[in-house]
């Protein structure tokens, strides 16, 4: 069973930077893609960036300029640095998965990013 840990959630202020990590449980080559998804209260899950196998990346336009989304192949590990931070940032942020040659995807537990201004 695949298993993706989130950490790094937490308290921020406006203007500042944040680093989320996501640990997988298998070699993430076991994916076609893997990255960040977040949900707002009363709003529907959304896209933040992911990383495509080769290292070619996907971003929302809110994020993009801002936020970097990045992997390591030896720890198994998707990262999202998040650079000049705003309130409307403020979600549960969720790891994602795809597996390779499917349509299934896995999902972390998620985490809370909150941003105060």
């Known amino acids: 069973q695949v298993q993706l840990v989130e950490s790094g959630g937490g308290l921020v202020q406006a203007g500042g930077s944040h680093r989320l990590s996501c640990a997988a449980s298998v070699s993430i080559f076991s994916f076609s893609s893997m990255g960040w998804y977040r949900q707002a209260p009363g709003k529907q899950r959304e896209l933040v960036a992911t990383?495509?196998?080769?290292?070619?990346?996907n971003y929302s336009d809110s994020v993009k300029g801002r936020f970097t989304v990045s992997r390591d192949t030896a720890k198994n590990t998707v990262s999202l640095q998040m650079n000049s931070l705003k309130p409307e940032d403020t979600a549960v942020y969720y790891c994602?998965?795809?597996?390779?040659?499917?349509?299934?995807?896995?999902w972390g537990q998620g985490t809370q990013v909150t941003v105060s201004s």
């Open positions: 994602n998965a795809r597996v390779l040659r499917s349509t299934k995807d896995y």
């Open positions: 990383i495509i196998r080769g290292s070619s990346t």
